[in-house]
C-alpha cells in the first residue's frame, strides 16, 4: 500500500480522468481489505475531486463513507469560484486541486477517415468536438486554438480549421506560411497529416513546402519537405503524408505546427491557398 500511495503523490502521474483514477482505487482498496484506516484516509486524499462532473460526484462522491466530508466540501467549494470568476487560475497553483497530466490520446491515421473537418478524426477534431461529445466547433471559436498567417489575402486565418470548404490564401508574397497554435497544455507527437487546397479551382496548387513543428513559436524543426508534391491537383484537393520525426527530435512534442512555402505554386505564384487541416499522432493534455 505504501507504493501505491506514493504512485498517488507523485506529481507526474498522468491520468485520463480523475473519476478512473477513484474507480482503480477503490478496487484496490476492496482487493486488499487489510490496508490500515489511516494509510486508506491518506490515499482517498490524493482524490482531486474537483475535476470529478457534477454527475460522477452524485453517483460516487455524495454519502460514499470512504471520502472526508472535508474534501467534498473543498471539491464543490473550488467548483463554485471556478464557475463564478470564469478562471481556473487559482486552483492551478493549489496542488490539491490542479489538474494532472494526461496520458498520451492516440490518433492513428486511416485513409478511411483521412479528411479535414468532419471527414477527419485527427487530434484537431477531437478537440473541435471536445472529445467527440459535442457537434463540430471551430476550434477558434472558444480560443482553445489559434491559427496565424503571414499575410491575408482571402478569407480569415481561422478558416483554415473549418469543416467546410473555404476560399482561403495569402498575398503573392515568398515564403508565406499558415501556422498552427494547438493552445498551452496541450502537446502533438506528430505521425501523420493533411491538408486541404484553398481554392474552388485547380490553380495555384502547393508544390514546395515545409511542415515545421515548435514547442514555443519561435524556433523551428522540419518534420517533413515537400517539393514539386503534385498531391494537391483539383479544386479543395485533400491529401495526407507521413511525417517521418528526424532521429534527434524523435519521442518530441510540439504546441504549434506551421506550413511554410518554399517555392512557386502550381500557377507560379507565391500565393499559400489552403483551406484544412489535420493533425494525427499523439496528443498530451496538462
Known amino acids: 500500500p505504501h507504493v501505491y500511495l506514493a504512485i498517488l503523490k507523485h506529481e507526474d502521474l498522468a491520468v485520463k480522468n480523475e473519476c478512473d483514477l477513484f474507480c482503480d482505487l477503490v478496487g484496490y482498496l476492496k482487493a486488499h481489505g487489510d490496508v490500515a484506516k489511516d494509510l486508506q484516509d491518506e490515499m482517498v486524499r490524493q482524490i482531486r475531486f474537483v475535476h470529478f462532473t457534477m454527475e460522477q460526484m452524485h453517483e460516487m462522491v455524495f454519502g460514499n463513507p470512504v471520502i472526508p466530508p472535508d474534501l467534498i466540501i473543498e471539491a464543490l467549494a473550488a467548483k463554485v469560484e471556478k464557475f463564478e470568476s470564469k478562471s481556473d487560475v487559482r486552483l492551478r497553483f493549489n496542488p490539491r486541486l490542479r489538474e494532472r497530466k494526461r496520458y498520451g490520446l492516440t490518433f492513428e491515421y486511416s485513409p478511411k477517415q483521412g479528411g479535414v473537418g468532419t471527414s477527419g478524426n485527427g487530434v484537431i477534431a477531437w478537440i473541435a468536438t ?40 495569402t498575398k503573392d508574397v515568398p515564403s508565406s506560411w499558415f501556422c498552427i497554435d494547438f493552445g498551452e497544455g496541450r502537446r502533438v507527437l506528430p505521425t501523420y497529416y493533411t491538408l486541404r487546397h484553398g481554392g474552388n479551382y485547380r490553380g495555384d496548387s502547393l508544390r514546395h513546402w515545409d511542415l515545421q513543428g515548435s514547442s514555443d513559436g519561435s524556433n523551428w524543426v522540419l518534420l517533413s519537405r515537400h517539393s514539386n508534391d503534385t498531391a494537391l491537383n483539383s479544386p479543395f484537393a485533400v491529401h ?42 499523439e496528443l498530451f493534455e496538462h
Open 130 to 169: 471536445s472529445g467527440g461529445t459535442t457537434e463540430w466547433e471551430n476550434p477558434t471559436v472558444r480560443k482553445r486554438m489559434k491559427v496565424t498567417v503571414s499575410s491575408s489575402e482571402k478569407g480569415e486565418p481561422h478558416q483554415l480549421l473549418n469543416t467546410e470548404e473555404t476560399e482561403l490564401w
Open 240 to 281: 495526407s503524408w507521413p511525417i517521418v520525426i528526424p532521429r534527434q527530435e524523435q519521442g518530441s512534442t510540439y504546441q504549434f505546427f506551421r506550413v511554410l512555402q518554399t517555392g512557386h505554386n502550381s500557377s507560379n505564384h507565391n500565393f499559400l491557398m489552403l483551406s484544412g487541416c489535420e493533425i494525427y499522432g
